[in-house]
């Protein structure tokens, strides 16, 4: 079991528009692209648990071609946009920690 911080090349994530986040994966090897998308550990439900919102509201979307993984889904404070009262990453820059800890086989 390794790390997804370990695997991904880049793994970051920043604003998609005012009201999500998105997470992106990238990856230089294409086996381990390949090892990470097949391995089921990336589920909208398993995302959603982490970040504690609905399962239907993360899309994760595999890009073959540039091997790159996507994963959208709403902010987790500030309902009310970027920049509300209770926004905490106005950026949407410090999201990616929960993910960044899930093991693949």
Known sequence: MTRLQDLADVLRSKNAGPFQV????MFNDPGVYRRVRDSGVLTSE???TAY??????V???PFDRVRAI???MPRRFGSNGSGSAFDRDVYGAQQH???AEFLVP
């Open 46 to 48: 398993r995302i959603g």
């Open 97 to 99: 920690g929960p993910l």
């Open 59 to 61: 899309r994760v979307i």
């Open 22 to 25: 998105t997470i992106d994966l």
């Open 70 to 72: 996507k994963v959208t």
């Open 52 to 57: 504690n919102i609905e399962a239907s509201a």
